[in-house]
């Protein structure tokens, strides 16, 4: 009887964990009170096009080997200690690309990391910044997305480690990492510091680039923007607090945005090239609200690579 007992004491912590993992780890659909109100056909293009350029979208999902970066068909291999993830194709193509999204399936993907079906997406979408846009934005990057040619074709799956190919296990790292929500205005500083904040932390992402990640691949707090090693482990993110550009001024830095050159007469290379293609596009008050916010940065010492 005792055995019996204990056996089905054990069964039942079993199911009962199994329930809970499976609850705790459940993809996440927007609610939320700022993102209600997304809705089809509203939004402007134009604005789009800015959210757009802002957030780097062409970077990665443009269709690698022609030079139209407004054929969105996908297929960047980015590489990973988890394997190689491969950009979808996020055009209008109706089968291979999100053609038949709505507005609300966008801002789930955008503000949740979750996809039309229910299942989440890997954080190498840097959904973790995007999180923090605004309805709006969101609202505006869809009727852009919309006047974009379609293209046909679907990329490769990723390639990954068998254990990080369960998806589920992407509700564990969100337990841990991700805190949705919009950036609230802060009134110790002036529109332009919080429109440059809004920029730099939720629509160009800087973080996920400029920051050092640990085992898990979450960013270490204390390493924001002080720089980190890029995923393929073969190069190096700079220090972009006062630390490394502390002698750059605030025009000096918005130049870089706009032109990819250096205070020293350097040049910015490899993805932040792309980058800076694209910030370029913003007005000029835009890149001036990046520069005032980075160089309000607390200086933080260089993670070792």
């Not at 996920?208 to 073969?234: L, N």
């Not at 090239?273 to 520069?291: F, G, Y």
């Amino acid at each position: 009887m005792r055995r019996r007992l204990w056996l089905m004491s054990g069964i039942l912590l079993v199911l009962t964990a199994i329930v809970v993992t499976w609850f705790v780890t459940s993809p996440d659909r927007f609610a939320a009170a700022e993102v209600k109100d997304v809705a089809d056909g509203i939004g402007d293009a134009e604005r789009g096009k800015l959210v757009f350029a802002a957030g780097d979208c062409a970077s990665c999902h443009a269709s690698p080997g022609q030079p139209d970066h407004l054929r969105l068909g996908g297929g960047l291999a980015l590489a990973s200690p988890y394997g190689t993830f491969r950009a979808p194709n996020i055009s209008m193509d109706p089968v291979d690309g999100i053609g038949n999204w709505t507005t609300k399936d966008l801002a789930n993907a955008l503000l949740r990391g979750t996809s039309p079906d229910g299942s989440h997406y890997y954080p190498v979408f840097p959904y973790e910044s995007f999180a923090h846009m605004r309805a709006g934005d969101v609202q505006d990057l869809m009727v852009y997305l919309r006047t974009l040619p379609a293209v046909r074709g679907r990329p490769p799956d990723h390639d990954l480690n068998p254990l990080f190919g369960i998806r589920r296990f992407v509700g564990f790292w969100k337990l841990l990492y991700f805190r949705p929500g919009p950036i609230l205005s802060d009134a110790a500083h002036d529109e332009i510091w919080n429109r440059g904040r809004y920029l730099s932390e939720a629509l160009a992402h800087c973080t996920e680039c400029h920051s050092s990640r640990d085992v898990f691949g979450g960013i270490k707090a204390g390493t924001r923007y002080a720089g980190g090693q890029d995923p393929t482990g073969t190069g190096f993110y700079p220090n972009i607090t006062a630390a490394r550009i502390g002698r750059w001024s605030e025009q000096q830095l918005a130049d870089m945005l706009k032109m990819g050159i250096t205070p020293n007469h350097g040049r910015v290379g490899s993805s932040m090239a792309d980058v800076v293609t694209n910030l370029a596009m913003l007005p000029e008050s835009d890149r001036r609200a990046i520069a005032a916010f980075v160089k309000s940065l607390p200086s933080r010492p260089t993670p070792n690579p």
